[in-house]
């Protein structure tokens, strides 16, 4: 346990010459003050349940995949860029804990992430002239949700060690994978359909909206209308992690798998 610890401290070091990881960070800043602007002007009395659900929505589920994958790569490919891993196996250092120390330092990257635009939310939320009501329970759901997305980012992970290309390859892997989770959380095959064998749960962003969403105030009108819609469709806290945990397990055992066959 202790050695992890090490390792995934190790890994942090590597920040100070990257500057790529505090911006990353820092983007979680981003779309509480675009959602701020966009209430600013708003004729309805703004509310923060809203702001923090479009922030989860645009500023989750949009942005922190791809920053997710960004990150991985440099992790993943650090010691193949520097020649390094050759030097690690000598000491000797098991791939496993390679593997689990860089998913380590993603899942604090992407809580920080999550926190910081919780964080910022309810800056925001304030300048607005908004009741910061539930604060506890966002703070617990932003921390699920940052553990929750790093468990979204896995598939594409798995999919950038093993093709052990550039950056362009895992961009573009990225870009895909993002726009079809976030594309199928907006349909009726991925939001209006029961935990089952089938791409609403399949995939893990439309898993996801569906257990956050009953977190959110419907208010009135036509949000209230789509609440009760979906209210079927909910998915427990305890299965949404069930699940996840299941794929997290698979796809870390594949990136070790691939990691372990890679050549020094």
């Not at 999550?114 to 939320?125: E, N, T, W």
């Not at 921390?143 to 060690?161: D, E, K, N, S």
């Not at 789509?226 to 997290?248: G, W």
């Amino acid at each position: 346990m202790r050695a992890l610890h090490n390792l995934i401290l190790c890994e942090f070091q590597k920040f100070k010459r990257r500057p790529m990881f505090l911006l990353a960070t820092l983007a979680a800043f981003i779309f509480p003050i675009v959602m701020t602007a966009l209430y600013w002007n708003t004729p309805t009395q703004p509310d923060f349940d809203n702001l923090f659900s479009g922030i989860v929505d645009y500023g989750d589920f949009l942005l922190l995949l791809p920053i997710l994958v960004v990150i991985s790569t440099s992790l993943f490919f650090t010691e193949q860029d520097s020649d390094t891993l050759k030097n690690l196996a000598t000491i000797p250092v098991s791939r496993e804990r390679l593997v689990l120390a860089k998913i380590s330092v993603m899942a604090i990257v992407a809580v920080a992430y999550s926190l910081g635009g919780f964080l910022a939310s309810a800056v925001c939320a304030k300048l607005l002239g908004m009741a910061l009501i539930n604060m506890g329970q966002k703070f617990f759901l932003s921390i699920l949700l940052g553990i929750m997305l790093l468990t979204a980012a896995l598939p594409c992970v798995v999919l950038v060690v093993w093709f052990n290309k550039n950056n362009l390859i895992s961009i573009v892997i990225t870009l895909f994978y993002t726009i079809v989770n976030y594309v199928v959380h907006f349909t009726d095959a991925g939001m209006l359909t029961p935990v089952g064998v089938n791409i609403g749960t399949v995939l893990p962003i439309p898993l996801i909206n569906r257990w956050i969403y009953q977190f959110y105030d419907p208010g009135k009108g036509s949000a209230s209308e789509f609440y009760e819609t979906m209210r079927p469709y909910f998915v427990s806290t305890p299965v949404c992690l069930i699940i996840l945990v299941v794929m997290a397990v698979v796809f870390t055992a594949l990136m070790i798998r691939i990691y372990n066959q890679r050549e020094l």
